[in-house]
């Protein structure tokens, strides 16, 4: 079936770094895609979407792009700080009874060093 | 507003136990859903309600049933506890044609 993925387990960067998080998904028909972080002992937050339509958004310090040419994702922060620390997960969703399903990739854990 | 609430936080099972997962919310949201967590691994859907009375299985249902009574809550059963359920449960709830999802806390289960 479908998967999503990402290409590093583990991201180091030092405190006031740009960091970026990569994502590989495969379904050419999933139109709408998230970004999530989880901290150590909490539920997955949301960070920032995209929809198929679009090949970049930015947010306060992120921004994610999507090239559907080669089905990348990825998510970009800026100036690194160490709350940033967690793991990201991306997901790819399908709409389903009139809401979106999304199906997660493993995560990227994103280290921030003082 | 409290969001989305999870009881118990622990659990402690032991195998063919049985028990029910709390999830709650305060948004008055439509969708609500149910994922596990194993390590090194990301979410993978169980069982999923877009209102009240209505559920569907997602991509790992087996050894979970689910019910929909009202719009607050989605309780997650487990009839008779497996050592492969032991995993971290996370209950998520969002809006209708909205894809942003909102995350319990979590509840770490251990199955014996």
């Known amino acids: 079936g479908e998967s999503v993925g990402l290409h590093l387990p583990t991201l180091s960067v030092q405190e006031g770094d740009n960091s970026i998080i990569n994502c590989a998904y495969s379904n050419s028909a999933s139109d709408y895609f998230i970004w999530y972080k989880q901290e150590s002992g909490k539920g997955p937050q949301f960070i920032i979407d995209?929809?198929?339509?679009?090949d970049k958004r930015q947010g306060q310090r992120v921004t994610v792009l999507l090239n559907k040419t080669v089905k990348h994702l990825s998510l970009q922060i800026a100036a690194t700080q160490p709350g940033d620390s967690a793991v990201y997960f991306c997901?790819?969703?399908?709409?389903?009874?009139?809401?979106?399903?999304?199906?997660f990739g493993r995560g990227t854990s994103l280290i921030v060093h003082p | 507003n409290a969001g989305v609430t999870q009881t118990p936080k622990f659990q402690v099972l032991k195998t063919g136990q049985s028990m029910t997962l709390q999830c709650a919310q305060d948004?008055?949201?439509?969708?609500m859903s149910w994922y596990r967590q194993d390590p090194g691994m990301g979410l993978r859907l169980i069982h999923y309600s877009v209102g009240a009375g209505i559920t569907d299985q997602g991509e790992v249902p087996n050894g979970y049933n689910v019910s929909r009574s009202t719009t607050e809550d989605f309780p997650l059963r487990l009839l008779s506890a497996a050592p492969s359920q032991t995993s971290v449960y996370f209950c998520?709830?969002?809006?209708?044609?909205?894809?942003?999802?909102?995350f319990g806390p979590g509840t770490r289960l251990l199955v014996l």
């Open positions: 995209i929809r198929s339509n679009m």
């Open positions: 998520a709830s969002s809006k209708l044609g909205l894809e942003t999802q909102y």
């Open positions: 997901a790819e969703t399908r709409r389903g009874g009139g809401s979106y399903i999304p199906t």
């Open positions: 948004m008055n949201h439509e969708y």
